[in-house]
């Protein structure tokens, strides 16, 4: 059974840092492309980091690009997300993600989109103040 429990989470305020864990269990973590999107209220679901499977390089959306870096401890299953200079509206829940296939990411608009691809973690909340 796939099991994704994020942690890291809080209230900063705005230009602090936070840093976002999440532990994996039930699959092979180091087959698997991961993930981490956000969603605030009111609003969809977005994919943030797309962490490769192999080089462990990541690909972000233009929103965090040089704030956010992404990364995988594949001896320890667990995923990452270093989030610096947060800004208000980086305010959401976030989510870590797990395609349900083993292999390549593929490209980030159909990771992005395939959210019923995923298996997905509970969230936590970061909150940013200004």
């Known amino acids: 059974q796939v099991q994704l429990v994020e942690s890291g989470g809080g209230s900063v305020q705005a230009g602090g840092s936070l840093r976002l864990s999440c532990a994996a269990s039930?699959?092979?973590?180091?087959?698997?492309?991961m993930g981490w999107f956000r969603q605030a209220p009111g609003k969809e679901r977005e994919g943030i980091a797309m962490?490769?499977?192999?080089?462990?390089?990541?690909m972000y959306a233009d929103s965090v690009k040089g704030r956010f870096s992404a990364s995988r401890e594949n001896a320890k299953n667990t995923l990452f997300l270093q989030m610096d200079l947060l800004k208000p509206e980086d305010s959401a829940i976030y989510y870590c993600?797990?395609?349900?296939?083993?292999?390549?990411?593929?490209?980030?608009?159909?990771?992005?989109?395939?959210?019923?691809?995923?298996?997905w973690g509970q969230g936590t909340q970061v909150t940013v103040s200004s």
């Open positions: 039930g699959f092979h973590f180091s087959d698997y492309c």
């Open positions: 993600a797990a395609n349900k296939a083993p292999g390549s990411c593929g490209n980030w608009d159909r990771w992005e989109n395939s959210l019923n691809d995923k298996n």
């Open positions: 962490v490769y499977v192999l080089s462990r390089t990541a």
